[in-house]
């Protein structure tokens, strides 16, 4: 699979949780406005598409391991700590919601006490964050294509064959209590929300990628897909209405209609998308809190998830209805952030996709059998990661193996010459033209620092003292 597939999967994986899912979110955020909810569902997926590539790129751009990091290079340090603290209070939050949201869905299907469902997802939650982040992000992705084939197969089964009294279903969407005050609040709130709970793991899942080009394909397809499976689930609820309006889970309660069967393999992938989202929240707590070390994540994400799992007993549908219109509000702030940094960085963001690209091809050529770099090359190659954005030595040492990897995959030299053709073909001279006013920039930035200000002082001070 393509890189940036995976990465769209792991992402879908991500913001499709319990409420999406299982369509209680669209039932209270667009499907109680009537007909009209249907277009804030549009919108939603557009938010979804273009927030996605704006996420998932910042992340590869500061080859982030948390949110932190990214919010320390593009806000002020006061709303950093802001953001810092909403999101790490979010996560938690939204955390023990999808717990609770997965007590909820195996009590729904298989008659299971409320516990068990939460328990089972409790110890996944933890058994995964043991394992490293390649399989984490497979992980995330595996049920995503089984989600959608199922929702086609649900709006097949409501559409095909049937006619509706969409005006008598309309007066039946307003018996529903919304869960704001008008649609276009719906969208802007429900979508602060998602960035909410998808901002933590969707810089971390950027991070992961070394070519910030796949990362915004990964990010973009992620988001449209997001978009298409919510329009077509919502169509699904509102034709279904006058028997699911009032069931936690009504995207369940259909494949229920359809064939028990059904209704089992769907409520098996809703509880594994449940578990993506409550996975991807307390393993960016966990990741927020380790400063790099693997065993410091291993006991912050045991301690949260066993809170956590405490906490989920208040009930499923009354945490939504309380908690999420609030943590929505909170995410407002989140997304003027995200706009700003991705408006302010954008220019470089190019620059450094290229510089990345020309990097990836003069490593290839290093490791390729058939090719020799020159000195001018090699140069060339230290030079553009040092003016890099991201970790100079960690770049550099992702960028080769990439390169590794796509060596092992290619068998002849057309083969390799055809793959850097159509995905590593850069503008030379604008490339050259970026190379010394971005490092005009960095040695500025770098004598501007307090640790250098701090040097120059005390330079100073021994001069006095001579």
């Known amino acids: 699979m393509q890189q940036s597939w995976k990465i769209a999967f792991a992402y879908i994986g991500v913001i499709v949780g319990a409420g999406l899912s299982s369509g209680q979110d669209l039932l209270q955020y667009f499907i109680s406005f009537g007909q009209i909810g249907l277009i804030g569902v549009l919108l939603l997926g557009l938010l979804n598409a273009a927030f996605g590539k704006i996420m998932l ?33 979010g996560s938690f939050i939204m955390g023990f919601v999808m717990i ?57 089964y409501s559409f095909i064959g049937k006619s509706h009294d969409w005006a008598a279903l309309d007066t039946i969407a307003h018996t529903i209590k919304p869960a704001t005050s008008n649609v276009w609040f719906s969208v802007i709130n429900y979508y602060s929300l998602c960035a909410m709970t998808a901002v933590s793991m969707a810089f971390i899942l950027g991070g992961s990628v070394v070519r910030i080009g796949i990362a915004e394909k990964g990010g973009t397809r992620g ?3 997001v978009g298409l499976v919510v329009f077509i689930a919502a169509i699904s609820i509102f034709a279904n209405l006058d028997t699911v309006k009032d069931a936690d889970l009504p995207i369940l309660a259909i494949a229920n209609q359809i064939h028990p069967w059904l209704a089992y393999i769907y409520a098996i992938t809703v509880f594994s998308l449940i578990f993506n989202t409550a996975f991807s929240l307390f393993y960016s707590i966990a990741r927020r809190f380790a400063n790099g070390s693997t065993k410091r994540m291993r006991i912050v994400i045991i301690s949260v998830v066993i809170i956590g799992y405490i906490c989920s007993f208040f009930g499923f549908k009354d945490l939504i209805s309380i908690l999420y219109p609030i943590l929505g509000y909170m995410g407002l702030l989140l997304l003027i952030i995200l706009i700003y940094g ?10 450094e996709k290229l510089f990345r690209r020309k990097m990836l091809h003069l490593s290839l050529k290093k490791h390729s059998p058939h090719k020799t770099l020159s000195e001018e090359e090699r140069e060339l190659f230290h030079t553009l990661g040092d003016i890099s954005q991201a970790d100079t030595k960690a770049l550099k040492e992702d960028i080769h193996d990439v390169a590794k990897e796509i060596l092992s995959n290619t068998e002849t030299v057309q083969d390799l010459k055809d793959y850097v053709e159509e995905h590593l073909t850069i503008d030379e001279e604008l490339m050259h033209e ?19 200000k701090l040097t120059k002082e005390s330079n100073k001070n021994n001069n006095k003292i001579k």
């Open 57 to 89: 790129s910042l992340g590869s751009y500061y080859r982030a391991d948390n949110h932190e990091e990214v919010f320390t290079q593009i806000s002020h340090p006061i709303i950093t700590r802001i953001l810092d603290f909403v999101l790490i209070a």
């Open 100 to 156: 609770a949201g997965a007590g909820s869905n195996l009590e729904q299907q298989f008659g299971l006490p409320f516990w068990i469902g939460g328990l089972i997802c409790s110890l996944l939650i933890i058994t995964v964050s043991f394992m490293d982040f390649d399989k984490i992000t497979s992980v995330l992705g595996v049920f995503t294509p089984i989600m959608i084939v199922m929702i086609f197969i649900i709006t097949g």
């Open 223 to 225: 988001g449209l897909l």
């Open 342 to 351: 991705w408006l302010r960085d954008r220019k470089d963001i190019i620059m």
């Open 434 to 452: 970026n190379i010394n006013s971005l490092q005009e920039q960095k040695d500025s930035k770098q004598a501007d620092s307090p640790k250098n």
